[in-house]
């Protein structure tokens, strides 16, 4: 079993910068691949980024390549998403997940273990 917890979101403005966290429970932790989803209003949930258990593997949704990063740290169990030149299409509620198969994030927009969520604001 994993819990997960986000922290990190709030109201920003366009071009600036928001760092994303997710706290994770559970021994298993650093054997899952985790990434980062996003719900706008009326809007279903899209994937944003993923990484793998060891951080070698990262993928993006081309909408957020060049400006966030996804990383870990396993000792902290621990996730992050860093947000640059954010944009108000960015404004969302953002979720981690984690899954065994790192294609079912990327690939399949599924996962195992959600986080409740953070929201995201970009004003222009």
């Known amino acids: 079993q994993v819990q997960l917890v986000e922290s990190g979101g709030g109201l920003v403005q366009a071009g600036g910068s928001l760092r994303l966290s997710c706290v994770a429970s559970g021994r298993t932790f650093r054997s899952y691949s985790t990434g980062w989803f996003r719900q706008a209003p009326g809007k279903e949930r899209e994937f944003v980024a993923t990484?793998?258990?060891?951080?070698?593997?990262?993928y993006y949704t081309d909408a957020v390549k060049g400006r966030f990063a996804i990383s870990r740290d396993n000792a902290k169990n621990t996730i992050y998403l860093q947000m640059n030149s954010l944009k108000p299409e960015d404004t969302a509620v953002y979720y981690c997940a984690a899954d065994g198969d790192s294609t079912n994030l990327y690939l399949r927009a599924r996962a195992a273990y959600w986080g409740q969520g953070t929201q995201v604001t970009v004003s222009s």
């Open positions: 990484i793998g258990w060891s951080g070698d593997f990262t």
